[in-house]
């Protein structure tokens, strides 16, 4: 029988999704050289590494500088800084190293990480940028909202990656896609009903 409170297995719950949402985020980069790994996909300009820089920066903002507990990394985009610009930490500048960026991304994960390990979820914090209702909000809604947040942002990851080679994939050795499926022929069919759909209409 499992001796934890509830709140612990909270706890545990929370860190193991947020965790997964890490790792298959962090893995759509591997086997990619510079220009793929940088490169926009979307008319938005969403690429792989400044999601990557992004996701840094939502670990560290609620789950550390919102509950008083500052992060810094020398490639930590500064909202505060009069050189900001909207949108600064969704790509990556060509003097950023990628090791930089990921080293950025695994020491706010871990900072984040304490923070809801050290913290009960009912410690009350601030996010100056959600403006009034943002004054008094709980550790765990914010840990419920960084997941969500890291979740879709992996989610586009995932559709970047494919565009770029077609690599595709839950996490690590579990593909979750069935195995002995013709992708072409899936595709032409899904194609097909498509434009027969719109035909129709």
């Not at 009069?82 to 695994?106: G, K, M, Q, S």
């Not at 947040?149 to 970047?160: E, N, T």
């Amino acid at each position: 029988m499992d001796a934890r409170t509830g709140e612990e297995l909270l706890k545990a719950d929370l860190q193991q999704y947020m965790d997964r949402a890490r790792d298959a985020l962090i893995w759509k980069l591997d086997g990619l050289g510079e220009y793929d790994l940088r490169r926009p996909l979307m008319p938005t300009g969403t690429n792989l590494l400044g999601l990557v820089k992004h996701c840094a920066m939502v670990d560290s903002g609620y789950l550390g500088g919102c509950f008083g507990r500052p992060f810094s990394h020398p490639f930590l985009p500064d909202p505060e800084s009069p050189d900001y610009v909207a949108d600064d930490d969704l790509w990556v500048r060509a003097d950023e190293p990628t090791a930089a960026i990921v080293d950025l991304f695994d020491r706010s994960r871990a900072h984040a990480t304490a923070t809801l390990a050290e913290l009960p979820l009912s410690t009350r914090g601030t996010v100056p940028w959600w403006g009034e209702r943002g004054r008094s909000v709980t550790l765990h809604r914010l840990a419920m909202h960084t997941f969500f947040d890291l979740d879709r942002h992996a989610g586009q990851a995932d559709i970047v990656r494919e565009l770029i080679d077609g690599a595709a994939g839950l996490q690590p050795g579990n593909t979750n896609l069935p195995e002995g499926v013709d992708r072409p022929a899936y595709r032409a069919k899904v194609e097909a009903a498509a434009r027969a759909a719109a035909a129709s209409r």
